[in-house]
């Protein structure tokens, strides 16, 4: 199998995508001004906050001037369940997602005819970058339901005349005979799911047999660590695409052929990043990072202001060489609250993966259990590694046990303890991957 994939640059609509950046700046402030007045004249709880603020759509009159604005939380929209965040009378809307709700109520998010328009707009652009074009049978293996990923991917797909397989996600052997059975080109699917249909298609040794070329990843963070291995493992060149269901779903930034940080759909959302502890918009974007917050420029059903996403990234400074204009995001390095801190020190479950992945006959499937004894944070990694390795001499074994200690302690600046385990030892996901236990009693 070959990884040099890399396919041709294409661009699905220069106009937008390529748009000067003075342009692409004047045409984000008319577009911010007009969500601003939407949100203060038709949703009651952004004219509470504004107000609260002490601030009113005529203070906005640069793009800076977007920081005078509050932010909204997951817990603000979960506040205005199911539907007073919406600008809009129902029978202007036209469809309806909605956060999972594992960690409590869910987030409900509207769209108009003009938004689901965007959003397949959006959609189209992603899988353009990606190397996609109508030529592709296209098995898109993310949750079909309230979950954007699915659906979200489907539009976008059909608006360049891709041939669509909406399976769905699950039923994982049945995917690997789809595949084959029908030729597929692409898989559209999680990173932790990629990962775990390469392993299935490895042990039946049918890799040989499917036609995919790209791989399509999104919905949870993953190093380029992981990158190589869904590369290596299932022959594809493989892409990043990101988004949150709070501001669309999948279509807010995707990377373009040359893998190198994921173009914002700029013309639509406007991008900052904060510090996630005071909530200042950071000195260095293009340095240090910080915490994404997005604001909606266009969307009709519900505008969003200052989301803030919880994930940390930073911007890309150089121009790319694909030629499009928008601004790039790095890779999400963590989500802010994800951190853990063990004695003290913080600890990002993506540092584990990313040093883990770095040694030889370390499989990329991984979980992190935190617990503590007495008053200890204890901080314990169970790592699979390959069958001949499990099974091989003790002092191998060991051998590598104290080789990952000793990368893990250098990346993460924490001891961390690490049991070898045998392949398919560690939960597998059909979606977004669970890589922490934490037993430890919070608060
Ligand atoms: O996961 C939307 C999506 C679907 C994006 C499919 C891409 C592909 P939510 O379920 O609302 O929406 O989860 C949003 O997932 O705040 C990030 O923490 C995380 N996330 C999404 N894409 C990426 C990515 C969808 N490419 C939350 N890298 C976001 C890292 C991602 N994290």
């Given at each position: 199998m070959t990884t040099s994939k890399k396919p041709a640059?294409?661009?699905?609509?220069?106009?937008?995508?390529?748009?000067?950046?003075?342009?692409?700046?004047?045409?984000?402030?008319?577009?911010?001004?007009?969500?601003?007045?939407?949100?203060?004249?038709?949703?009651?709880?952004?004219?509470?906050?504004?107000?609260?603020?002490?601030?009113?759509?005529?203070?906005?009159?640069?793009?800076?001037?977007?920081?005078?604005?509050?932010?909204?939380?997951?817990?603000?929209?979960?506040?205005?369940?199911?539907?007073?965040?919406?600008?809009?009378?129902?029978?202007?809307?036209?469809?309806?997602?909605?956060?999972?709700?594992?960690?409590?109520q869910a987030t409900v998010v509207g769209y108009t005819t003009q938004d689901l328009d965007t959003w397949s707009e959006l959609m189209a652009r992603l899988h353009t970058a990606a190397g996609l074009t109508n030529c592709d049978i296209v098995q898109v293996a993310f949750g079909y339901g309230f979950f954007t990923g699915g659906i979200g991917h489907h539009y976008g797909l059909e608006k360049i005349g891709a041939a669509v397989l909406p399976i769905s996600s699950g039923k994982s052997e049945r995917q690997i005979q789809i595949m084959k059975d029908y030729g597929s080109t692409v898989l559209i699917c999680t990173p932790s799911y990629g990962m775990?249909?390469?392993?299935?298609?490895?042990?039946?040794?049918?890799?040989?047999?499917?036609?995919?070329?790209?791989?399509?990843?999104?919905?949870?963070?993953?190093?380029?660590?992981?990158?190589?291995?869904?590369?290596?493992?299932?022959?594809?060149?493989?892409?990043?695409?990101?988004?949150?269901?709070?501001?669309?779903?999948?279509?807010?930034?995707?990377?373009?052929?040359?893998?190198?940080?994921?173009?914002?759909?700029?013309?639509?959302?406007?991008?900052?990043?904060?510090?996630?502890t005071t909530g200042v918009p950071v000195a260095d974007p293009y340095g240090e990072g910080g915490e994404m917050v997005l604001t909606t420029l266009t969307k009709e059903a519900i505008p969003v202001v200052r989301y803030r996403t919880h994930d940390l990234c930073r911007f890309l400074a150089d121009e790319c060489p694909c030629g499009r204009t928008g601004r790039r995001m790095s890779k999400v390095s963590a989500r802010s609250d994800d951190m853990l801190i063990i004695r003290g020190v913080n600890v990002y479950p993506q540092q584990v993966e990313k040093a883990l992945l770095s040694i030889d006959g370390v499989a990329p499937h991984y979980q992190i259990v935190v617990s503590r004894e007495g008053a200890l944070d204890v901080l314990e990694v169970l790592v699979e590694v390959t069958e001949a390795l499990f099974f091989d001499e003790m002092t191998k074994q060991q051998a590598m046990k104290n080789n990952i200690e000793r990368t893990l302690e250098t990346a993460l600046a924490v001891h961390a303890k690490v049991r070898l385990v045998e392949p398919g030892r560690t939960p597998r996901s059909e979606g977004k991957a669970v890589r922490v236990i934490d037993t430890r009693t919070k608060g």
């Open positions: 640059n294409r661009i699905w609509n220069p106009a937008c995508e390529c748009m000067p950046r003075g342009e692409l700046e004047a045409l984000q402030l008319k577009r911010l001004q007009g969500i601003v007045q939407a949100a203060w004249e038709k949703v009651g709880y952004y004219r509470a906050k504004m107000e609260a603020a002490g601030v009113t759509p005529t203070d906005i009159r640069s793009l800076a001037d977007v920081a005078k604005l509050p932010f909204t939380t997951k817990d603000d929209l979960r506040g205005c369940f199911p539907y007073q965040a919406f600008a809009v009378p129902m029978e202007e809307v036209v469809r309806i997602h909605a956060s999972s709700g594992t960690t409590g775990y249909l390469a392993e299935l298609i490895q042990k039946t040794g049918s890799a040989s047999d499917l036609r995919l070329r790209l791989g399509l990843f999104g919905g949870e963070a993953w190093s380029d660590e992981m990158r190589r291995a869904l590369e290596k493992s299932l022959g594809v060149f493989a892409t990043d695409n990101y988004g949150l269901s709070e501001v669309m779903g999948p279509g807010v930034s995707c990377e373009c052929i040359e893998q190198q940080g994921m173009h914002i759909a700029e013309d639509h959302f406007l991008p900052e990043l904060i510090d996630p």
